[in-house]
């Protein structure tokens, strides 16, 4: 059976957990052209891009307003730095067996690939809670679209006045970034408390070029290079995974929740944009 196209790199057999992502990415990139894009906070439903987005991954499905129970948006009204703009995605529902969080979409309307990440959970989760650092290119909505283990669809939007994130320069040079690619580090954030969600945090050494910022020295565009995949397991089981693209900052970094059944391991494993795969480990111990 032939293996669909990498459409990012030709000759590369796309990964079947790539297939879906990648695809994602091809049909979001074309959006870009979409004309007279929205960039005012005023009516978040006008946006030829979210509309094409809506389309394209939701169909005609309905999408309630968010519940605050349900899930929160939290990002900064004006960023101070357009290539490092702290968002936070928060639920107050517990993950449990029966009714969980099974995906969290991250979508920034005016971003050149708008569909800029998709998180999975599982009950394993505890809190079906993510916090990172993005991109934005410029002022835009950015909407956190929670979908349960029923199908059902709740969408917090916010407006964020920033430019020029995804074409910034990278914060270090590209030598001295290849020497740290991949090493990662994860860390339990606050103290642990029995079976109760564990706060913990994943922090990865990568330039993450979007293939959009402009070399000052060479003149050339830096190419395209970025963590694509991130899958969290604790004890052998998943926690959390997600399929993420540029807009994620430079130095990927994942705060995230999981639920501690007994001692075991905590493994972050993580694959790039040129199939190069890392991965890091952490013992954990409950407490006696």
Known sequence: MNQPKNPRFPGRPLTRRAVTSSALLALALPMRQASAQIKSADNPEANPVWKKVRASLFQSRPIAAASEDVISLVVPVRAEDAAIVPIAIRSRMPQTPERYIDKVYLI????????????????????????????????????????????????????VKASGGCSAPPGKDAEAA????????????????????????????????????????????????FVRQVNIT???????????????????????????????????????????????????????
């Open 108 to 159: 920034i309307d005016n971003n050149p690939s708008p569909i800029s990440a998709i998180f999975h959970f599982t009950p394993l989760s505890g809190r079906a809670d993510i916090e990172t650092r993005v991109r934005v290119d410029e002022y835009t909505h950015i909407r956190a679209i929670a979908e349960t283990n029923d199908g059902k669809l709740q969408m917090a939007t916010a407006f």
């Open 234 to 288: 604790y004890a052998g089981q998943s926690v959390m995974s997600a399929d993420v693209d540029f807009s994620i900052s430079e130095n990927p970094n994942f705060r995230f929740y999981f639920v501690p059944r007994g001692d075991g391991e905590l493994k972050a494993e993580v694959v790039d944009s040129r199939d190069l795969q890392f991965e890091s480990t952490l013992k954990y111990r409950r407490p006696e």
């Open 178 to 225: 290849l020497k740290t690619l991949g090493r990662m580090k994860l860390s339990l954030q606050g103290p642990a408390d029995g079976d109760k969600p564990q706060l913990a945090q994943l922090m990865i050494s990568h330039p993450n070029n979007s293939g959009l910022a402009l070399d000052q020295v060479t003149r050339l565009y830096t190419p395209a290079h």
